[in-house]
């Protein structure tokens, strides 16, 4: 099979290689116009270069290459290239959460199982071009920053901001256009959601702009699943004026009886089920090994936050509140609270699965009893679990279902759930501990709706999981923009309707 193997040319030297795979050298080189700066499989330092983010999935690219041109004009490239089974990953930065197919990238463009070996890793992390247009206040970033730095330069920029995930580590590329969800989604929507423009490079190496006006099929299908599409490089976004003051609370409640858990649990998913509740409430339930809290930020003054009178809500729990003034001293605790808890940032052993819950299909009160005493009981394999509920609604339900490939339009409560091990991979217990409790959780429903970010190799129905009643419009998109497959991985759209819904199991 001939594949159009396209690849964005670099200005650096060139890492020195060693004798095996000659044709993919030769591919490379026949390729880049530019010099480049690429390392392949067998390189010394190559597992360095290569910065596995989950240790469970050990994938070996044959290739990494890191553009560093950051105006995609200067991006060169040339399309007719011969080459027999290689798919085309890309890693937008280091340090990325959500894929957990690839590397550490929240891009899925991995061939074969988990990301099998063999594909060519591009990491973008030099494309941190930013600019803004502060008469329209729509903001243009690279596709290689990080969300430390988008929220750095937005707020330098005008104090502006926009909505996203709370992992500062996390990569605009990916995170931009599989949701990226955040404390703000409530009021302004996600992540893509501000997304009003993206420079895209597809399968047959063309360089285009996608918008609501010009390629609107693509722009559809990367709002939600451009990793299947093409390489992001750029993106125009619209900004908000970023919140003056906020007040972050937690309560907390340390070693409860499964029925003290239940009941703060019923309290928290009332609290968060009233259609009334403000949008400027974000709110995250999350259960350890030991412990459980509500934590979030209010979007208000102090005055407006004591009016709620959250503590008589959430009785038992242990409150605490702190009050910012200034946005980015907000993001950073954000950050820190989730280093605190969880480590974020560091390579380990994982495996995460996600569900969630429309107004309609809240948990029952017996199933949430059952959810608690299945955790108090269950053999968990590890200690090193947690389960993330977290509060969505608000804007991102007031778009409609097949507005954007994304299609959990109706989502009021998202569970992420973990479990790891920094010692060796991830045992079947460890594994049918989360199962089991999704099963519980959602009273055996199939297909379970995922969320496109938490990827989750050992699911059946991965497409119509992650995106709902989309597949066969993704399907239509992705057989006009690339047809040969090049962008993808084990869960992604298809162009062949035998393999919309194939999927192969197995980390
Ligand atoms: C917009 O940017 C220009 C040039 O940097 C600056 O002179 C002007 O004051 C800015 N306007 C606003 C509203 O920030
Ligand atoms: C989305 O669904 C609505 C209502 O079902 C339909 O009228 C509309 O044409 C659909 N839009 C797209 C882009 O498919
Ligand atoms: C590349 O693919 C796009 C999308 O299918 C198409 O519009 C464009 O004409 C193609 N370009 C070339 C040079 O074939």
Known sequence: MILRLLLLAVG?????????????????????????????????FYNHIV??????????????????VPQSTDIQSRPEVEDTAMAITVRLQRYLLTDYFSLKT????????????????????????????????????????LLSDVTQRLYHAGGRTMSHGICPQVSSGGHFTIGGLGPTSRQ?????????EVEVVLANSSIVR??????????????????????????????EPEPGTAVQYAYSLEIGSPKDQAALFKSWQAFVSDPKL??????????????????????????????????????GAHGSVLVFDDWLGIVVHWAQDLVLKFGAGIPTNF??????????????????????????????????????????????????????????????????????????????????????????????????????????????????????????????????VDPNNVFRNPQSPSPTKEGEYRCQKGL
């Not at 910065?51 to 560093?68: D, E, G």
């Not at 699943?225 to 750029?234: C, K």
């Open 106 to 145: 929240n891009m899925r463009y991995v061939t074969g199982l988990g990301g099998t070996d063999g594909a060519v890793a591009i990491d973008l992390k030099h494309l941190q071009q930013f600019s803004m247009d502060n008469t329209t206040w729509q903001a243009t970033i690279g596709a290689g920053s």
């Open 12 to 44: 650096a030297t060139w890492v020195p290689f060693s004798g095996s795979n000659a044709a993919l050298k030769s591919c490379f080189k026949n390729t880049l116009i530019d010099r480049g700066s690429f390392a392949f499989a067998g390189d010394l």
């Open 210 to 239: 996608a918008s609501g006006t010009a390629n609107k099929d693509l722009f559809w299908a990367i709002k939600g699943a451009a990793s299947g599409y093409g390489i992001i490089t750029e993106f125009k976004v619209r900004t």
């Open 51 to 68: 910065n596995r983010y989950n240790l469970n999935i050990p994938v070996t690219p044959a290739a990494m290459a890191f553009p560093t």
């Open 351 to 480: 495996y995460a699965k996600s569900t969630s819950w429309t107004p309609q299909t809240l948990m029952t009160p017996e199933t949430i009893d059952r959810m608690f005493d299945y955790i108090g009981t269950i053999n968990k394999g590890t200690l090193g679990w947690f389960l993330l509920f977290d509060f969505q609604g608000g804007y991102t339900n007031d778009i409609r279902i097949n507005a954007t490939s994304y299609a959990h339009r109706d989502v009021l409560i998202w569970l992420q759930s973990y479990t790891l091990d920094f010692f060796g991979h991830i045992s079947q217990t460890q594994i049918d501990f989360l199962g089991g409790l999704n099963k519980i959780v959602t009273n055996d429903a199939l297909p379970y709706t995922a969320y496109p970010g938490y990827v989750d190799p050992l699911m059946s129905n991965g497409p119509e999981a992650y995106w709902g009643t989309n597949p066969p419009r993704l399907q239509q998109i992705k057989e006009q």
């Open 278 to 315: 403000t949008r400027k409430m974000a709110s995250t339930l999350t259960v350890l090994e030991h412990s459980m809290a509500i934590s979030g930020t209010f979007f208000g003054t102090r005055e407006e936050y004591d009016k709620m009178n959250l503590g008589k809500r959430f009785p």
């Open 188 to 196: 302004f929507g996600t992540a893509f959601d501000h997304v009003l």
